[in-house]
Nanobody
Framework: VQLQASGGGLVQAGGSLRLSCTASGQSISRYHMGWFRQAPGKDDEFVAA????????SYATSVKGRFTIARDNAKQTVYLQMNGLKPEDTAAYYC?????????????????WGQGTQVTVSS
């Protein structure tokens, strides 16, 4: 599976962005999907994940209530709607695909990763 993240950019605090992660190579319908982020000088951080069917989601406490993950398997795309952005959300955001739901927030548990897309939130 090849994954390509897009939609990042520069936004003011309180603004919104929608990230997309488009897959090719094989169907993502058999994979759970997730987003991680990494800020300069910091460890990577789990952001959100969604079950292969879309029936279940998981969020980091830091983004719960502000971010929404969704997927459209027919379009081979996963989305991350980010509202109420804060400067501390500034990071490179990466999407990944994984098989075991219990590993949703564990980066080594992912099978495939895409390139990151940069999100910068100004104060």
């Amino acid at each position: 599976v090849q994954l390509q993240a897009s939609g990042g950019g520069l936004v003011q605090a309180g603004g919104s962005l929608r990230l997309s992660c488009t897959a090719s190579g094989q169907s993502i319908s058999r994979y759970h999907m997730g987003w991680f982020r990494q800020a300069p000088g910091k460890d990577d951080e789990f952001v959100a994940a969604i079950f292969w069917s879309g029936d279940s989601t998981s969020y980091a406490t830091s983004v719960k209530g502000r971010f929404t993950i969704a997927r459209d398997n027919a379009k081979q795309t996963v989305y991350l709607q980010m509202n109420g952005l804060k400067p501390e959300d500034t990071a490179a955001y990466y999407c990944g695909a994984f098989m075991s739901w219990t590993l949703a927030d564990y980066r080594p548990g992912y099978d495939y990763w895409g390139q990151g897309t940069q999100v910068t939130v100004s104060s």
